[in-house]
């Protein structure tokens, strides 16, 4: 936790403290901790600061989100000239992260973070980040009042949580994790529904993109390594989109015998996103930070350029260095 350069914890009140016009933007394609921290803490702010004006700045997300209180009032026009007095970046490791609403970032008066990717350098203002946290949600929950908190945040925050730490089951799960999401509950979430209709129901289309990138996958380096890739010819063919492709390096991830799991879609010609996991032996922050990038040691991203066959020998040499280290 640092606020410029000094150790902090974020007081709400403190840092809105004359402020009329607020922001919050998440990084580009959010995912369910982006989504749920950003809504838990626009509602909160509508709730018990009503002096402000909120606007939240989010791209195209899970349609699967929308039940969520406040996701109708999220946009991603940031054509408008605003400024605002502070600037909420939630999630996100760096300003690049931040997509259009970066020029909202770079005019506010005051820009706070809130996040857990080990890559964050602490780019704004005030910066409250935790690398060892188990999603941005559970950081969200550390700064509100718990009594405050209403069914409706709840529900976000749990989503955010339960998403990022794989129902709970990665090792970024800690004792607070737990007792943070066991508050939540006590709230009157249907904690079931939420991870049911958010984690485990997929469409028809997203399960045939599912089969598609797991019967084309390809192992490497004596089955240590899967990799799978879509291109925009097979997104246009079944119909997805990027938000479709979320859960295949996770599904890819749980292959028996595997470290490290790569995913590609690709974005523009020669142009590939990248999705990579961990088992635990291969810290693919360091990979996808390398490539301009960032993330976590068992989960982390980045955008490369190049034929698939390039993206993945480039990916892959990087892993095959780290398991080589480990070895005894």
Do not use: W
């Not at 640092?2 to 150790?7: D, I, L, R, S």
């Not at 400024?83 to 760096?94: I, K, T």
Request: glycine residues 10%; aromatic residues 8%; charged residues 25%.
């Amino acid at each position: 936790m640092t606020k410029k350069g000094k150790m902090c914890m974020i007081n709400l009140t403190e840092e809105l403290q004359g402020a009329k016009q607020v922001a919050i933007a998440g990084h580009v394609r959010p995912d369910g901790d982006c989504v749920g921290a950003c809504i838990g803490l626009s509602l909160y702010l509508r709730e018990y600061f009503p002096q402000l004006q909120v606007t939240v700045y989010l791209g195209d997300f899970q349609d699967s989100f929308r039940f969520l209180k406040g996701t109708d009032q999220i946009t991603d026009d940031c054509t408008g000239s605003r400024e605002y007095d502070v600037f909420f970046a939630l999630d996100c490791g760096d300003t690049k992260r931040l997509g259009d609403a970066v020029r909202y970032f770079d005019t506010a008066k005051k820009t706070v973070c809130i996040d857990h990717h080990v890559s964050n350098g602490s780019f704004a203002d005030v910066n409250y980040v935790e690398p060892e946290a188990s999603s941005t949600c559970e950081l969200v929950c550390q700064i509100l009042e718990e009594d405050k908190i209403t069914k409706e945040m709840a529900e976000a925050l749990y989503m955010g949580m339960a998403h990022d730490t794989g129902l709970f089951t990665y090792s970024c799960t800690s004792s607070r994790t737990m007792r943070t999401a066991g508050m939540l509950m006590d709230k009157g979430i249907d904690f079931t529904d939420i991870v049911d209709r958010t984690y485990v129901q997929k469409t028809y289309l997203q399960n045939q993109i599912l089969g598609r990138a797991l019967l084309e996958s390809i192992t490497m380096l004596d089955g240590k390594i899967i990799f799978s890739a879509i291109r925009q010819k097979d997104m246009a063919f079944y119909g997805v989109e990027p938000k479709d492709l979320d859960g295949i390096v996770q599904q890819l991830r749980s292959t028996k015998g595997v470290e490290g799991a790569i995913f590609l879609y690709q974005t523009g010609p020669q142009e590939f996103k990248v999705s990579m996991r961990s088992n635990g032996k291969i810290d693919v922050s360091v990979i996808a930070c390398y490539f301009g990038g960032g993330g976590h040691k068992k989960a982390a991203g980045c955008t490369m350029q190049g034929t698939v066959y390039d993206v993945i020998n480039n990916v892959v040499k990087h892993m095959d260095k780290q398991l080589r280290q480990e070895e005894p």
